[in-house]
């Protein structure tokens, strides 16, 4: 069955990176877009970009251009993203989410990691 | 980028009762238009794609519609496991935008 195991908790300190990755199984992992979505404790959800791991090609959402960075490692069916420049508002959760064949909506997630920026 | 515009923002209902949740998008999206339903520490799961197509495993209780630019998320019978948040998405184009979120109670 279809599963993305995404990576643990991080505390970060403010003005650092930080790699958050999802694992994926189940699936051809290069042949469906691999998404990111951002919710910060109580809020919704804020759609960062995706990855196609089959040839390496992304999109972001423009808010999140110089913030995170995609990539995506063939060999091991894992996608990456890095936050970098650190702050506050980057205190959220994060999900990775598999982009369906056919429609493009996200069909499976991952459980989501929370990363905390704080001093 | 397109606005999706959710209410209500909660909504408290009986069990066996109808609750419908909108979505009112700023600009036509077509049927590129998903329902989420989000439970507490929980990833989203998807319930309805493509404005009215029914994801796989998802009870026939939940039903999509599209009036215009439009969409509705109607439960037909309320359940106990039905309470949670509730999100639509938009994917006509980039960047994919999500409405607000609509809490779900059971009074």
């Known amino acids: 069955q279809v599963q993305l195991q995404q990576s643990g908790a991080e505390l970060v300190k403010p003005g650092s990176s930080v790699k958050i990755s999802c694992k994926a199984s189940?699936?051809?992992?290069?042949?469906?877009?691999m998404h990111w979505i951002k919710q910060q404790p109580g809020n919704g959800l804020e759609w960062i970009g995706w990855?196609?791991?089959?040839?390496?090609?992304?999109k972001y959402n423009q808010k999140f251009n110089g913030k995170a960075t995609l990539t995506a490692d063939k060999s091991s069916s894992t996608a990456y993203m890095q936050l970098s420049s650190l702050t506050s508002e980057d205190s959220a959760v994060y999900f990775c989410a598999r982009g369906d064949y056919y429609s493009g909506f996200f069909d499976y997630w991952g459980q989501g990691v929370m990363v905390t920026v704080s001093s | 980028d397109i606005q999706m515009t959710q209410s209500p923002a909660s909504l408290s209902a009986s069990l066996e009762e109808i609750v419908t949740i909108t979505c009112q998008a700023s600009q036509d999206i077509g049927n590129w238009l998903a329902w989420y339903q989000q439970k507490p520490g929980k990833s989203p799961q998807l319930l309805i794609h493509s404005a009215t197509s029914l994801a796989d495993g998802i009870p026939s209780r939940f039903s999509g519609s599209r009036s215009g630019t439009q969409y509705s998320l109607k439960i037909s019978r309320l359940q106990v496991e039905d309470t949670g948040i509730y999100y639509c998405l938009q994917r006509y184009s980039n960047p994919r935008t999500f409405g607000g979120g609509t809490k779900l109670e059971l009074k």
């Open positions: 189940g699936y051809t992992f290069t042949s469906y877009d």
């Open positions: 990855i196609y791991p089959g040839n390496g090609n992304t």
